[in-house]
């Protein structure tokens, strides 16, 4: 059992910033991609950043330059550091994370976080 728990997400005025982590507990046995994603209401959930096991990173183009993704291995944790926020980054944001789990040695599953709650004022 592999379980991604989120926090971070928050109510803040444009202009702010909102650090968000997500961290993943149980039979871990390695963990390759981790991402976040987001999803506003009316909209399909879309990539906002992908870092892949070496810290390779992969950035949505309407974030780049603002948000900051990074991971501790160690900790099993992904963080996404966001600034500059704006209306417009308001959405539900989700943690992602590609598993490799001791009961499922030879295989990769996906998980996801529950989601966090992003909204931005103007």
């Known amino acids: 059992q592999v379980q991604l728990v989120e926090s971070g997400g928050g109510l803040v005025q444009a202009g702010g910033s909102l650090r968000l982590s997500c961290a993943a507990a149980?039979?871990?046995?390695?963990?390759?991609?981790m991402a976040w994603y987001r999803q506003a209401p009316g909209k399909q959930r879309e990539l906002v950043a992908r870092?892949?096991?070496?810290?390779?990173?992969n950035y949505a183009d309407s974030v780049k330059g603002r948000f900051t993704i990074s991971r501790d291995n160690a900790k099993n944790t992904v963080y996404l550091e966001m600034i500059t926020l704006k209306p417009e980054d308001t959405a539900a944001y989700y943690c992602?994370?590609?598993?490799?789990?001791?009961?499922?040695?030879?295989?990769?599953?996906?998980?996801w976080g529950q989601g966090t709650q992003v909204t931005v004022s103007s």
């Open positions: 992602n994370a590609q598993v490799r789990s001791w009961q499922t040695r030879n295989q990769v599953f996906y998980y």
């Open positions: 149980g039979s871990i046995a390695r963990i390759y991609d």
């Open positions: 870092i892949d096991e070496g810290g390779s990173t």
